[in-house]
């Protein structure tokens, strides 16, 4: 079991606090935040149904967010649904960009008003500042990911009043990141640790924690870094974070110190050994101290995601029944863009499967299946896509009944942050030598060292080292972006037609739906 639960409803219910470290959450029509916000347990409950729009929608993290992400990257290949992703002709009135926009928008409305009202209620001040921490943290998140998906967008930090339909203008990219690393700041200092208890309250695991503020941060200041490199560079997709005032050099030192702060955090630890690190994607080991912040899985009938169904083979008994069966890995991307005898990536991914009607087995090259037929044993032709095995869930019953959670920063991802940070500020591949061989030792590969590489060749290696650790789990899109070979890269793998990216590529369209009701947008 998950140790942090949604429970979805249409209505509020009570939330009560106990010494056991689970969250039971759902969110809940608000009828009036005047009325509403009133004690301590209205605070938990608003806090509540800010986590729950993690999921609340099929367009973020519940099912359409992640793939989205894989069919914009140069991975491999998904369901037609997401053509124009894959092909990077994505236009204004693509159904998952407006799910996603509305989600995410929803998303910041619920951490406004809990940001703008607790402050009011007569309570337990430590736990004030910690509700207030993680929401804002969730909105910091959230326009995170608007702001790499979409570039400049309208910015809301308070509740709308009501009679205010008044649409927004667009931000400016930097007023976006000071509000995200404003909100961040703030969760750093009184977000609580992982499962630490203070008094009669207890941070239950799946919450946002100090650790997790770090790491987002981390993550934010090396976007900005590499994006005005690359800006500077020549690479026009990234020419926004021209705005930036400070070097980009001081953007990663920036990355680093927080990176500094995430590793040394309570609670959270890399994995030992090889069988640990395949372990930390056992759908019955959520919450595992090497996940700094997920979004929670559920075996309860609509309370889960679909990430075990888009992720693994339909009816193999990987998943539950429904869609599904969607996103592979292509074989251009295993050869080329990831060491394939990497221990990560042979103990990864699915190496056979059954169906009712043909056993798969991987190839020798790892880069596809093998089919046989289970009824007269004779093989088929080579079946050129890999699964990872990353998200299965076998008790799964349904399409969003997974225990598998979504993993929106992990530690080795800042280990990896760290690694890039320390060689871009002293312009030495060599300083990136030690956190990268943690992250290798710890699964059985030797040793690597950058000592003898340019800062080119390096920039490109720790791509692989990211890719391999790290595929298939939302990284990949945002990585090509911001180092600057989106269109290199995509080319490589879907050809000139299919890869072609250009600078306005580099993000989405503001969805029609956004657009057409918002006259502050051109």
């Known amino acids: 079991m998950k140790d942090f639960k949604y429970y979805l409803s249409a209505i509020l219910v009570f939330f009560t606090i106990s010494s056991c470290n689970v969250l039971d959450e759902e969110p809940f029509t608000q009828p009036s935040t005047e009325n509403f916000y009133q004690n301590e347990t209205d605070a938990l409950a608003a806090l509540t149904a800010s986590y729950a729009r993690l999921k609340s929608g099929v367009g973020y993290y519940k099912q359409q967010f992640m793939p ?45 008003n809990v940001i703008a009202n607790v402050p009011n209620i007569d309570m337990d001040e430590e736990l004030k500042h910690r509700i207030i921490g993680e929401a804002k943290f969730l909105r910091a998140l959230h326009y995170f990911n608007l702001v790499r998906c979409f570039g400049e967008v309208p910015l809301r930090t308070s509740p709308v009043e009501a009679g205010d339909d008044q649409g927004l203008a667009v931000s400016t990219i930097v007023e976006i990141y000071d509000s995200i690393i404003d909100d961040l700041n703030y969760a750093s200092l009184y977000c609580w640790g992982r499962n630490e208890s203070r008094g009669n309250y207890t941070n239950d695991l799946g919450r946002a924690t100090n650790t997790s503020a770090h790491a987002l941060l981390a993550k934010v200041y090396t976007r900005i870094a590499s994006c005005k490199r690359t800006a500077n560079d020549g690479v026009l997709g990234n020419e926004l974070y021209l705005q ?14 927080h990176s500094d702060l995430a590793i040394s955090g309570q609670g959270f630890n890399l994995s030992s050994s090889l069988e640990d690190w395949v372990s930390i994607f056992d759908a019955d080991n959520g919450n595992n101290e090497e996940m700094i912040f997920d979004v929670q899985g559920s075996s309860l009938s609509g309370q889960g995601t679909a990430v075990s169904n888009l992720f693994t083979p339909r009816n193999a008994g990987l998943s539950g029944s429904g869609f599904g069966g969607n996103n592979k890995l292509k074989p251009l991307f295993i050869n080329n863009m990831i060491d394939k005898f990497d221990n990560r990536y042979q103990n990864s991914i699915i190496t056979q499967y059954e169906t009712a009607t043909r056993q798969f087995n991987i190839n020798p090259w790892s880069t596809g299946y093998i089919p046989t037929n289970l009824e007269t044993g004779n093989t ?15 008790e799964a019953t349904t399409e969003y009944t997974s225990r598998q959670n979504w993993h929106v920063i992990r530690l080795a991802d800042v280990y990896l942050m760290r690694a890039e940070a320390s060689a871009e500020i002293l312009s030495d591949p060599s300083a990136a030598n030690p956190d990268i061989n ?42 090509l972006t911001r180092f600057g070979v989106y269109d290199e890269y995509c080319r490589f793998v ?28 051109d």
């Open 68 to 112: 989205t992400l894989f069919a914009s990257s140069d991975q491999g290949l998904s369901t037609y649904l997401y053509n124009e992703f894959k092909r990077g002709i994505v236009t204004s009135t693509n159904q998952s960009l407006n799910n996603l926009w509305k989600e995410l928008y929803l998303g910041i409305r619920e951490a406004n």
């Open 244 to 257: 930036f005032s400070e070097s980009y050099q001081s953007y990663y030192q920036y990355a680093k110190d």
């Open 380 to 394: 088929l032709g080579t079946l050129w896509q890999v699964w990872t095995a990353k998200y299965i869930d076998t």
């Open 438 to 479: 943690i992250l290798r030792s710890r699964v059985g590969m030797t040793d690597i060292d950058y000592s003898s590489m340019s800062m080119q060749d390096f920039r490109e290696e720790i791509l692989r080292e990211r890719a391999v650790e790290l595929y298939m789990e939302g990284h990949r899109f945002f990585d």
């Open 494 to 521: 879907y050809g000139d037609t299919d890869g072609a990216r250009q600078p306005e590529d580099y993000t989405w369209p503001i969805p029609i739906i956004e657009v057409s009701t918002n006259s502050e947008i």
